[in-house]
């Protein structure tokens, strides 16, 4: 073959082979393109977190709470669970149009509950910290408090340190607990440190002279020391101050939010201060209207 066929022959061949491998691989970049991009759109469709449309579609926030936790949640006479902390969720639950469900739960096993979805919240004079922030996703304080020592009121002891060689009992796995394991000098000179699984159990054992104090929220002290004929007193050295808030599931901030934009209406329309003359005789809330 001559020399020009040659390179006819090489040229067409060239062409016919860029053609075949170019009419390809446009077709299989838009392919690829394409299911990249459907990927990319799952993906973020899968982002959207949709913790509030939930509960929307069921049309019940589940509260989980102790229900031996007075005045943020307990029962009455009638054994109707009451409390500040009802009062709140009851009117934001009315404004965002969904039933609220209260649930009883074991409060060592809070965590739990709200991360396998038995609960939607843990409302119930939650303390924040750092320890739990790890793992819960909490709404904005609502309420200060600290955590102090319960004595009776004929009793001796005016001091911590009066309380060094005595027992003293608290709520397992509550921010007492906390408290004192970081007030390690106190808890050091202690003799004995009793778990019950309530507050109420606590000052039973109090007044029956079981243990001599009861680490617990100074709000729910104070509201015993109202209610109850018992002459209880609380020593003037606090443990730790702290903040109460609405804990979610960490992931759950659409939720969160919706929870939270509807307390910091409550506040400006003058809902919470209506609520907490109710139960504490002025209003004791810190919600930044």
């Known amino acids: 073959m001559k020399k020009g066929r040659i390179i006819k ?3 067409s061949a060239m062409a016919l082979t860029f053609l075949v491998s170019g009419c390809g691989t446009p077709g299989e970049s838009s392919k690829s393109s394409s299911t990249a991009g459907e990927s990319t759109a799952s993906s973020s469709t899968a982002a959207v977190e949709q913790s509030w449309d939930k509960v929307k579609e069921k049309g019940e926030l589940v509260l989980g709470l102790d229900e031996n936790f007075p005045p943020m949640g307990f029962r009455d006479e009638d054994n109707n669970i009451v409390g500040y902390d009802i009062d709140l969720a009851k009117e934001v639950a009315s404004r965002l149009g969904v039933k609220l469900t209260i649930q009883p739960i074991n409060w060592e096993s809070k965590d739990q509950e709200l991360n396998t979805g038995n609960i939607d919240c843990i409302w119930n004079g ?3 910290n750092e320890e ?5 996703l909490f709404s ?6 600290n955590q102090v020592v319960v004595v009776m009121a004929d009793s001796k002891y005016n001091t911590l340190a009066d309380l060094k060689g005595k027992s003293v009992s608290l709520q397992a796995q509550s921010s007492a607990a906390d408290a004192l394991d970081k007030n390690t000098d106190f808890k ?3 003799k004995d440190v ?3 699984k309530d507050n109420t159990l606590c000052l039973m ?3 029956t002279g079981n243990t001599d104090g009861v680490v617990m929220d100074e709000v729910v002290a104070r509201y015993q020391i109202k209610m109850n004929s018992e002459k209880y007193r609380i020593l003037d050295e606090s443990l730790a101050a702290e903040e109460y808030g609405v804990g979610f599931r960490k992931g759950d901030v659409q939720l969160m939010t919706k929870v939270n934009d509807t307390l910091k209406a409550m506040a400006k329309d003058g809902k919470i201060t209506e609520i907490s003359n109710k139960w504490f ?3 004791i809330s810190i919600i930044v209207k």
């Open 281 to 283: 005789g002025k209003d």
């Open 140 to 145: 904005d304080p609502y309420m200060k408090n």
């Open 194 to 196: 009793v778990e019950l």
């Open 205 to 207: 054992d109090l007044k």
């Open 9 to 11: 022959a090489l040229a």
């Open 188 to 190: 050091s000179s202690l």
């Open 126 to 128: 939650f303390s924040i």
């Open 132 to 136: 739990r922030k790890q793992n819960i």
